[in-house]
């Protein structure tokens, strides 16, 4: 039986993870991680998301994504396919390398866009890969390629007053 569509709709934001087939890594290197970011940022380009946060880990990534169009799953496909097709001519093997298809959740409410910002970034520190999020190199708390939506994220952060970078800051503190 074939699988039912994604719900996609206009200017929607999304919480996108995937994981490696079997929990194995996705990942082997910063050669890998770079490829990946560099074919996010692609896809960025040609689908005209916008990348809030994410956080690269060995066994799975974490995305948040606004989709100015219906678009999510296509541009998902062709980022995770370009990549699993590059990561598998890279390392002689064969094979899915993300476990099924991406897992997606819309975000709805200003306090679940909080609570997945804070979820992505801590995820290093949670998992004991470093102290604080902005010590992650694979994380946007601790990078910032010209394609990332801070401005963006920001702007969602500060829609109900306050210092949005205050927010920010207490959202992915210890």
């Known amino acids: 039986m074939p699988r039912k569509p994604r719900e996609e709709s206009e200017g929607a934001v999304h ?3 995937a994981r490696g087939n079997a929990q194995q890594p996705i990942y082997l290197d910063d050669v890998d991680r770079l490829t990946y970011l560099g074919l996010l940022g692609r896809v960025i380009g040609l689908t005209g998301w916008c990348c809030l946060a994410y956080c690269l880990m060995d066994n799975h990534v974490h995305l948040l994504v606004e989709t100015p169009r219906p678009n999510l799953g296509v541009g998902m496909q062709d980022l ?13 093997r064969s094979g899915h390398l993300f476990q099924g298809r991406f897992g997606a959740k819309r975000v709805t409410r200003d306090v679940q866009l909080w609570a997945t910002v804070r979820y992505i970034a801590m995820n290093p520190v949670n998992a004991g890969l470093c102290h604080r ?12 390629p010209p394609w990332l939506g801070s401005q963006r994220l920001l702007e969602y ?8 970078i205050a927010l920010y800051a207490e959202l992915v503190s210890n």
């Not at 952060?157 to 949005?164: F, N, S, Y």
């Open 80 to 92: 995770h396919g370009r990549y699993g097709r590059r990561f598998n001519d890279r390392h002689d």
């Open 133 to 144: 999020p902005d010590q992650w190199r694979w994380g946007s708390a601790g990078a910032s």
């Open 15 to 17: 919480h996108v993870y």
């Open 157 to 164: 952060l500060g829609a109900e007053g306050g210092d949005p």
